[in-house]
């Protein structure tokens, strides 16, 4: 079986993410918005009682060295609601800055809040990207009926996770989990987090792969 993940938003929670994900070889695809990064670290929200922090622009590249990067549109809006213009920009100019950055092909998308339409769609697509992700829970999750209405099999945090893992197993399939390190809000959830990264790395039936190495092939 191969088994994906991705993590949105391009937070500083990323930085203790991405250390365990490489302590135990896990691949993973981050969903980045290049237009709400300032050069230092920056305030973005409250999530309970924590405060949310983005990265900065001078430490992306080192934090996310050797992890796949996707398009999660320049700046976030609900792009439904966009003028053509404002599409276009948002999913096409972010895709160009993210590779510039990093130096890699971006051919992923993940709608902001979700949100999508056939008008989003076509933007999407036309911006050179092969896959999206919504916020759909799917299972099977692999092969989607449409690349860009792609969903996941659960978030990390899914009392079920187990169980989704173990049906894809069953049928060599694709596990996919995603969420967002901010919800990582104690160490027990971190403990509980690498426990899932250490068993799927210690299962001989489980392949990390990167998100576009599925829909490349
Ligand atoms: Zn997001």
Redesign the pocket.
């Known amino acids: 079986m191969r088994v994906v993940q991705s993590w ?2 391009g937070i500083v929670d990323d930085v203790r993410l991405t250390e365990l994900l490489r302590r135990y070889g896990a691949t993973a695809t981050f ?1 980045l ?1 290049p237009g709400l990064h300032q050069r230092q670290r920056s305030f973005s929200w409250r999530y309970g009682d924590k405060e949310v922090w983005r990265l900065g622009l001078d430490e992306l590249v080192e934090v996310y060295a050797g992890f796949e990067i996707a398009n ?1 549109s320049l700046t ?1 809006p609900y792009l439904p609601d966009l003028s053509p213009m404002d599409l276009e920009r948002e999913v096409g100019d972010s895709r160009r800055w993210l590779q510039d950055w990093f130096q890699q092909p971006v051919r992923g998308f ?1 709608y ?2 979700g949100g999508f339409s056939p008008a989003v769609k076509a933007a999407i697509h036309t911006a050179g990207h092969i896959y999206a992700r919504t916020v759909a829970e799917l299972d099977p999750v692999f092969p989607p009926a449409d690349p860009l209405e792609f969903g996941a099999n659960c978030r990390f945090a899914d009392p079920a996770f187990w169980t989704g893992y173990e049906r894809a197993k069953a049928i060599n399939g694709v596990f996919f989990f995603w969420g ?1 390190s901010y919800e990582l809000v104690n160490e027990a959830m971190w403990a509980d987090l690498e426990n899932k990264i250490a068993g799927i790395s210690a299962d001989l039936a489980a392949e990390w792969v990167n998100l576009e190495t599925l829909f490349a092939g």
Request: glycine share 0%; net charge negative; with cysteine.
């Open positions: 949105d938003d969903n918005n999660h976030h993940c902001p809040f967002h």
